[in-house]
Each structure stands twice: as structure tokens, then as C-alpha cells.
């Protein structure tokens, strides 16, 4: 029984994504989209089969032969997040293509489409198709009512109309199904709508509306990514890259997701399973540094704006939390559901993440990084930069407190050293602003602490037994996170210090291209059971580090080998299991981001323009 629940699921990999800038849906090899929340990232969900084949609910269309006999295949038009699922049989040729209509307006009450065309190219196919709706997560009670066009599904909350010409049929579980066959040349529509309106009008999609759709779609996506800059050696990875995190930007307010899912499992069976539909202010740094590199600066500057009105929204003491929602709201409690078994039963299914709750000193090196990065491009304005000197006013007086960490650890707080590192960060930048733009700031305040920082971190963070900087000040232990001392110029990439940390690195966390975060049974405890997969932005990180350190050949060669591990299309979730499949949320904006950099400044190291 276990072999058959287990491979209802599809693996990690076997999703493409299609999204219209307010939410995302996850399309399987096999047709089926087992993931979409509606009307935006963070909503409910309405298909949900990827965290319970049984109850999540799906929309699925494919060849009605046995699974044996066909073959799939996946691809995205040329520059754009067009789908294109294709099933190789011996009857014939058939395809799918995905998108979702981009409404400009980023109106938040603007209907959400899913345009699904079915066609033959070769011979003839019969086909099924099954739509399934499961609201809120599974807990929503729902009824399906036939049309001449197609079905509505109605739920005290949310509506989804279905339009198609090909006949339906109710299934008997709260769904609709239909059999039709297509031969050569021949296509079928299916639209499908939300509204939170109970008054659903059915117009199903012609030719014509289709091409319209299609066209227009396919234009936004190529006249945007025609933006980037980047020319290097890995353009086509770094700019499928572009295009996820644009699909993963919540448009009306420019915070972009580190993932659209929840509670895909780092590790298969076990519980470390969390919800990644929110703004993470450790990204941003990464953030506005890949978007300026690659040339999207209204991307850049929207995404500013989250995080100018994250500074003007202060906790009570002054600090900032680490997580918030794209709509910039700060609770975000956690909860389970425990009626959802998981990803191949990995449960829990969680919904929020309770770690905005949690101290993580290193945000704000990761925040006024992002902003200094930014002001190069753009002043920023005096009134952000008063907020930013109560942020470190703040700092000050809290620097040496233990905290969670980068790795937001749920089994008590500890003096992580990179948490040390980022303070240094921020004020480091803080003063580099201040000094170009002839802003007021305490400099001599600044730079006291900015040296008593790192002082403290040479000191205490550094273990002279392992010949390494370690997790946490008192631990003999490594962690890759190490590796962003000379991502963010802390160390020099030549430093004797930094080369021996980077031998350890390779050899105690690395397995080939792969890079675990730190080995749990030995470093801080991070309050769960269990293993996980390596943490594919590490492994970016050590590109970089490699890159940087003058190892060009081992940088290429960690490179190279990781670009083998992405999925089909192009797209990695958050880790990689010790097989090689894909573990965690998917896709992972963090991983890509690495990803961007790491491809842009082992370009420069390889043309010899990049500076230490």
C-alpha cells in the first residue's frame, strides 16, 4: 500500500511553473497541475495534490493509455514561462500549453485565468481529462454545477469556472471529467477562471481568443526578459533564472516569495517541512544585487519600496522580524494541517512560518547591504535614512545577544558567527553611505563598533584546533555559511584564515558539487530530528568563493556540475537529495539568486575582470 500512495506522487523535479505575477500553478511531465493557491501566493489552496494525492485536489489532462506506454517531455517557449508538456505515444504526438494571462493593471481584484490548449500534432490521441478542486487547503465543503460550456465549482468563499467545448461529466468526487479524442491538427480549450463573484459566466475560448492570449502573453514575457544584460557563459540558466523570480514577484506590492510552496520535505519521511510563501529580508541583498546585475531596475526599485516601507514599520523596540507577508503584514502564525499526510507522507503540513517570531541579528547586514547596493543605482531618501539609524541605534545595543541565525534553528538561540558577521555588515555599509552621500551619521560611534564587531569575531570565531571559523562562537564545528565572509568582503578571499575555512568547507561539507549547510548530529541543535539534503545555494556560494580565491578551474568545475542538477526546465528546489532529486520548497528563489551571482562574477574572474 505504501509503494502505491508513494508513487502517486510525482518527484520534486517533474513540475514546470506557470504564474501571472500574483500567484503561481505547478504543472507535472504528467499533465497534472497538483499545485495552485488563488487569488495570490499565499491564498489557500485550490489544487493541492502535491501534499495529499488523495485529498489535495488536481487538474489534470493527458493521453487516456496506460502510463507505460507514453512518454513526456518539457519545455518552455523560447524566453518566456509558456509551458509546453508533450506526450510521446505510439499513436502519436500530443501536447499541452500552459500560461496564465499577465493583466498589467496588477489590479489585486482582477480575475485569475489558466488556459490549458490540448492538441495532436502527429496522428491520434484520445485523451482524459479530471478537474478536481479541493478549497482551502481540503477543508472547504464545495458543489459542481454543469453548464452547456463547461462547470462551476462553488465554495462559501471562492469560485472557479471551468469553460471548454468538450462535453463534461460530474465525476462523484466533487469534480468534473471528460474523454475526447484529437486528431492531427486538432485542438481543445479549457479555461479556467477565478472569481470570488458566485455569478460566473462561461465563454469558453476559440481560436482566435486563444492566438490573442498567446500572443500577448509570449510578448510581455520576451519584451521583459529582453531587459537583462547579461551575455556571459551561462545565459540561457541565468536567464530561466530571471524569469522564475519575476514569476515569483508579487506585482502589486514588488516582494518576491522565497518559494510558492509549503511544506515540500527536506528530507523524505522526516518533519522538516516549512511554509515558504513569504517575503524573507535575508534574501534582499541577493535580491537587488542579482535584478541591478542583470539590468531590471523597476524590478529593483519595486522591491526597494517593500522594503523602504519594512524600515518605516518598526517592532515596538526598533528591530525588524525577519519573515513578513508580500503585502507586508508581520503575523504570519503557524499552524498544521493535520489532515493533509504530506509529500509522500512527510508531515507535517505546515501553513505560516512561525520564525518571524524569532531573533535573527544577521537581517540587518542583509538590509543595509541591500540598500547600499541600491543607493548606487539610486539616492535613497533622508527619511528611510533616519529609520535606518534607529535600526542601528538598535544594533548597537544588541549585537552580542545569541540569536536563531541564518538557519533559524528551533532549538534555542546561540552566538552564531555570522549573525556577528552581518552586524559588522551593517554597519560597515551603513558608514560607506553616509561617507558617499555626506549623510549625517554618529561615524565615530560607527566605527568603534563596526572594529569591536570584528575584533570580536576574529577572536572568538575562529577555532585554532580545526584551523577553521566555526557555526558558533565556543563550537569546533563548520558551517557553509562561512563561505559569505567573502561574499561580503569581511575576510579578503586570499586570507590564510579564509583559505583554511575553505578547505574544511570542501572537505568536511562537500560531496562533489554538493554542499550541506553543517552536519546536524554535530553542529548547533536546530531542534529537529532527522537529515536533509545539501543546500543548493551553498553550493553557489562556493563557485563564488572559489571564483574569488583564485581557483578558476575548481570554481568551473563546482559549477558546471551543479548547472547538471537543475531540473528539465531549468529550476532547482531549496536541496539535493544524497540521489540527486530534488528536496524542499520548489522552485527556491534563494538558489537561483545564488545561482545569478555566482554565474556573473565566475564570468568576470574568467575574463579576468573580477576583483577580489
Known amino acids: 500500500m505504501e509503494q502505491v500512495r508513494s508513487a502517486a506522487y510525482q518527484p520534486i523535479e517533474d513540475y514546470g511553473i506557470i504564474g501571472d505575477l500574483h500567484t503561481v500553478a505547478l504543472v507535472g511531465k504528467n499533465g497534472s497541475i497538483d499545485w495552485c493557491c488563488i487569488p495570490r501566493f499565499d491564498s489557500p489552496s485550490v489544487f493541492g495534490a502535491i501534499l495529499d494525492a488523495q485529498k489535495g485536489g488536481f487538474f489534470k489532462i493527458s493521453p487516456d493509455l496506460p502510463a507505460t506506454d507514453v512518454r513526456t517531455r518539457q519545455m518552455y517557449f523560447p524566453e518566456t514561462n509558456i509551458l509546453v508538456t508533450r506526450f510521446l505515444t505510439s499513436n502519436g504526438i500530443g501536447e499541452i500549453i500552459d500560461f496564465m494571462p499577465i493583466r498589467q493593471s496588477w489590479d489585486v481584484g482582477h480575475p485569475h485565468h489558466i488556459i490549458r490548449s490540448v492538441a495532436v500534432v502527429q496522428g491520434s490521441l484520445p485523451f482524459e481529462m479530471i478537474c478536481r478542486p479541493r478549497f482551502n487547503y481540503a477543508r472547504d465543503e464545495h458543489t459542481a454545477r454543469l453548464f452547456d460550456h463547461g462547470a462551476v465549482f462553488y465554495s462559501k468563499d471562492l469560485c472557479l469556472g471551468l469553460a471548454t467545448h468538450v462535453p463534461l461529466t460530474e465525476d462523484g468526487q466533487g469534480g468534473v471529467h471528460a474523454h475526447f479524442t484529437l486528431h492531427a491538427h486538432h485542438r481543445a480549450y479549457f479555461l479556467l477562471e477565478c472569481t470570488s463573484e458566485s455569478d460566473v459566466s462561461l465563454h469558453p475560448m476559440t481560436a482566435r481568443h486563444f492566438q490573442k492570449d498567446f500572443e500577448e502573453t509570449m510578448d510581455f514575457w520576451q519584451r521583459w526578459l529582453s531587459k537583462c544584460t547579461y551575455q556571459g557563459r551561462w545565459r540561457e540558466m541565468v536567464q530561466r533564472s530571471a524569469l522564475l523570480l519575476k514569476l515569483l514577484t508579487y506585482a502589486p506590492t514588488g516582494a518576491i516569495v522565497a518559494a510558492p510552496t509549503t511544506s515540500l520535505p527536506e528530507c523524505i519521511g522526516g518533519s522538516r517541512n516549512w511554509d ?127 540569536d536563531e541565525g541564518i538557519w533559524e534553528v528551533r532549538g534555542g538561540p546561540k552566538p552564531f558567527l555570522h549573525s556577528r558577521v552581518m552586524s ?65 568582503k569581511f575576510c579578503g578571499p586570499t586570507d590564510p584564515q579564509m583559505l583554511s575555512t575553505l578547505d574544511r568547507v570542501l572537505r568536511e561539507l562537500t560531496t562533489d558539487s554538493h554542499v550541506y549547510r553543517y552536519i546536524p548530529a554535530r553542529a548547533a541543535n536546530d531542534g529537529l530530528i532527522g537529515n536533509e539534503g545539501t543546500f543548493s545555494p551553498c553550493s553557489f556560494w562556493l563557485v563564488e568563493t572559489l571564483a574569488r580565491s583564485g581557483r578558476l578551474l575548481e570554481a568551473r568545475l563546482v559549477l558546471e556540475k551543479m548547472l547538471s542538477y537543475a531540473n528539465h526546465l531549468g529550476l532547482y528546489a531549496e536541496e539535493i537529495s544524497p540521489v540527486g532529486e530534488a528536496l524542499g520548497n520548489f522552485p527556491q528563489a534563494f538558489t537561483h539568486l545564488a545561482l545569478i551571482s555566482s554565474c556573473y562574477n565566475l564570468d568576470r574572474a574568467l575574463n579576468g575582470t573580477l576583483l577580489g
Open 424 to 488: 559588522w555588515v551593517a554597519f560597515d555599509r551603513a558608514l560607506r553611505i553616509a561617507r558617499h552621500r555626506g549623510l549625517p551619521a554618529p561615524i565615530a560611534d560607527w566605527m568603534a563598533v563596526s572594529a569591536e564587531i570584528y575584533d570580536d569575531v576574529m577572536e572568538n570565531g575562529w577555532h585554532a584546533g580545526t584551523k577553521s571559523f566555526v557555526q558558533y562562537y565556543g563550537s569546533a564545528e563548520v558551517d557553509a555559511s562561512s563561505l559569505l565572509m567573502v561574499l561580503t
Open 276 to 402: 515558504y510563501r513569504y517575503a524573507w529580508l535575508r534574501d534582499a541583498a541577493f535580491t537587488l544585487y542579482g535584478l541591478l546585475t542583470l539590468g531590471f531596475y523597476d524590478e529593483a526599485e519595486a522591491f526597494m519600496g517593500w522594503l523602504d516601507n519594512r524600515c518605516h514599520d518598526l517592532e515596538p523596540n526598533g528591530s525588524l522580524q525577519p519573515i513578513y507577508g508580500i503585502d507586508g503584514r508581520a503575523r504570519l502564525e503557524e499552524f498544521t494541517l493535520d489532515h493533509l499526510e504530506g509529500y509522500r507522507k512527510s508531515g507535517p503540513v505546515r501553513i505560516g512560518n512561525g520564525a518571524y517570531r524569532q531573533k535573527q541579528m544577521d537581517i540587518y547586514g542583509e538590509l543595509l547591504d541591500s540598500i547600499y547596493i541600491f543607493n548606487r543605482h539610486q539616492d535613497i531618501s533622508y527619511d528611510l535614512w533616519k529609520q535606518l539609524r534607529h535600526l542601528l541605534t538598535w544594533l548597537e545595543g544588541h549585537w552580542r545577544e545569541p
